[in-house]
């Protein structure tokens, strides 16, 4: 079955530092990878996407991913994070292998706390 | 534009009794949405898959009897948790895809407490 690993449950960096979530994926064939961020009392909000195509991929808010295939990973990057990407950050997959229906995969999570 | 609205964003009920959380495309026509449920400090778990006009299918482990999923119109999704009762406490989530690409957009939530 399809699963997805996000190491790191917290990490903390300084604001303006670099970013670097790790998203590492189980899966069958080729997937769709996803990145979500959930900020408190709001729904999860898509930062970026890998269907196909260019491996790099560019979302909003500054942000990247980079999927490398050999190592089944999907890392979310930010070169310099503002006190206001604090929130969790969630990777997922899909669609569900064998079922035909389009629902994600999720990863646990990983909580991102800026330091002033 | 996709925005997807939930209500009620929380809910207290007694257990024993039932309750219903309206999921709503608003701006956009969603053939399937699904709903997940999120425990604290946990990932979304896909609980069901709703398709406008059809029977929900529902994840390995979820009773289909206890959270009954009505999708009546391209725009509206139903989730009632029947006979609630204190582990049905969490956070729900759901989600609506439109047919132009497979991108999901997701509500708020509701966190639903049963005591």
């Known amino acids: 079955a399809q699963s997805v690993t996000q190491p790191d449950i917290h990490i903390t960096v300084s604001e303006g530092a670099s970013l670097e979530l790790r998203c590492n994926y189980s899966?069958?064939?080729?997937?769709?990878l996803f990145w979500y961020v959930q900020s408190p009392g709001q729904g999860l909000q898509l930062l970026l996407k890998?269907?196909?195509?260019?491996?790099l991929v560019q979302g909003i808010k500054g942000f990247e991913a980079e999927f490398k295939r050999s190592q089944s990973s999907f890392n979310l990057r930010k070169p310099s994070v503002h006190w206001s990407d604090a929130a969790e950050y969630f990777c997922?997959?899909?669609?569900?292998?064998?079922?035909?229906?389009?629902?994600?995969?999720f990863g646990k999570g990983t909580h991102l706390i800026i330091q002033p | 534009g996709a925005v997807v609205s939930q209500h009620p964003s929380r809910v207290i009920c007694k257990s024993g009794t039932s309750v219903k959380i309206e999921c709503r495309s608003l701006?956009?026509?969603?053939?399937?949405m699904f709903w997940y449920r999120q425990f604290p400090k946990q990932s979304l778990m896909l609980m069901a898959t709703?398709?406008?006009?059809?029977?929900?299918?529902?994840e390995q482990g979820v009773e289909k009897d206890k959270f009954l999923i009505n999708h009546a119109s391209l725009t509206l999704s139903t989730l009632t948790v029947t006979s609630a009762h204190p582990e049905d406490s969490s956070f729900y989530i759901c989600?609506?895809?439109?047919?132009?690409?497979?991108?999901?957009?997701f509500g708020p939530g509701t966190r639903l407490t049963v005591t």
């Open positions: 899966y069958g064939a080729t997937p769709y």
């Open positions: 709703s398709n406008e006009g059809s029977k929900a299918t529902y």
């Open positions: 997922a997959v899909g669609p569900l292998e064998g079922g035909g229906a389009d629902g994600l995969t």
């Open positions: 989600s609506a895809e439109t047919t132009a690409s497979y991108e999901q957009y």
């Open positions: 701006d956009f026509q969603a053939t399937t």
């Open positions: 890998y269907f196909s195509g260019d491996t």
